[in-house]
C-alpha cells in the first residue's frame, strides 16, 4: 500500500498512538489502514466413498490437483464460501457437514478451513479454473501431484479417519511453503 | 475505496474478467483490489472454575463485558493472536486448549473463533482496552452486560457444556446484530 484508498495522498508507514505495530497512517485524511489474515475455505466432497478433486487450470500450481477451495468472499458464511467454491470449480452440489481440518499459515497470513461434504448427486464437470474435476477411489488419490499442503494434509487426516471411523477436528499450523 | 492504494488514481466498481462479482478496478495501473472476510480471535480463559472477562473501555459496547478477543494480525496463527489479545486486554497468561466456537456474521463480513484456555496463574489486569478484568464464577457471569452475541453464546456453550462434561466444536451463523 503506497497511497490512501480514501483520499489518494501518499500513507506512511508508523505506530498510531495506542498501537503496537505499523499500519498505514495517511495524513492528509487521517485514515489508518489496517490489514488481517485471509481466510480461504473448501471442502472435501464425498460420493459413493469417492473423493472428487479438481487439476487446476491456473496459476499457483497449474495442472496439480486440488480439493475445491478458495478465498472467502464478503457476505458470505463460510459454508456458504466452500458450496460456492466447489461449484465454481468442480460444478458440484454439496451438502456440507462439520468442519473438519483448521490451518494457520502465519507466513503467509492465510487461515485455511475444510469442511466434510456429501455430493447431492454424481454431476460434477470443470468450471473455469479447472483443467480436469475427477472422483478418485482412496487407492488413486494422486499423492504426488497435489497443489497445497493443506489440501494434501485435508486428504491425509480424511484417509486415516475412515479407517477409524472418527472424525474429530484437525487444528494444524503450517510455518512454511513446502510443495 | 475510492483510490487506488498502489498508484493513487481512481478506481471503479466493476466486475473483472472472468470473475463474478463487483471489484474495485485501477485503469491506470490495472490494479484489482479484493476485500475479504476479516477474522477475530479469542478465548474463554479458566482459573479454578472461574471465567475471566473483561469490561471494554472503548466503544463499541462501552461498559459491556468481553471475553479477550480482537482482530487477527498478520503473520498470526489463530493461537497466538488469541493468546496476544488476552494479554492486551486482560494481562493473562493462558494456555490454549482447543477450538470451541467458530461463528460466521456474513452480515458484517467477519468470523469470530473462540477456543478454550486455561490460565497459567492468578495474575490478571486491565489492558488499555479494558477498564475492568475479573474472574466470575458461573452463577455471577453478567449475562445481561454481555459485550457481543458471540461471547455471549460462546459463555453460554460454555456453561452448557460444563453441566454435561463434553466441550465438542460449537459452529454458528449470526445473521443480524443482536444485542
Known amino acids: 500500500m503506497k497511497y490512501c484508498s480514501n483520499c489518494g495522498q501518499l500513507v506512511r508507514l508508523a505506530i498510531p498512538p495506542n498501537d503496537d505495530r505499523p499500519r498505514h497512517i495517511c495524513d492528509a485524511c487521517g485514515s489508518i489502514h489496517y490489514q488481517n489474515p485471509k481466510l480461504v475455505t473448501g471442502c472435501i466432497p464425498v460420493w459413493e466413498g469417492k473423493i472428487l478433486l479438481c487439476k487446476r487450470a491456473i496459476e499457483p500450481r497449474l495442472g496439480y490437483w486440488t480439493l475445491p ?19 465454481e470449480e468442480a460444478q458440484a452440489k454439496v451438502n456440507m457437514g462439520k468442519l473438519y481440518s483448521v490451518f494457520s499459515l502465519s507466513h ?3 487461515v485455511h ?6 455430493m447431492r448427486d454424481a454431476h460434477y ?3 473455469p479454473e479447472s483443467m480436469d474435476v475427477d472422483l478418485f477411489i482412496l487407492e488413486n488419490i494422486p499423492w504426488k501431484e497435489m497443489s497445497f499442503p493443506t489440501v494434501s494434509q485435508s486428504l491425509r487426516y480424511f484417509v486415516d479417519d475412515l479407517q477409524r ?3 474429530p477436528l484437525h487444528m494444524q499450523e503450517i510455518h512454511e511453503r513446502s510443495w
Not at 477451495?69 to 466447489?86: D, I, P
Not at 478451513?113 to 456429501?118: G, K, M, S, T
Open 69 to 87: 477451495a478458495g478465498f472467502m468472499e464478503l457476505g458470505e458464511t463460510l459454508a456458504q464460501a466452500a458450496e460456492r467454491e466447489t461449484w
Open 108 to 110: 503467509i497470513s492465510q
Open 125 to 127: 464437470a470443470p468450471g
Open 165 to 167: 471411523g472418527k472424525f
Open 113 to 118: 478451513v475444510f469442511f466434510l461434504a456429501e
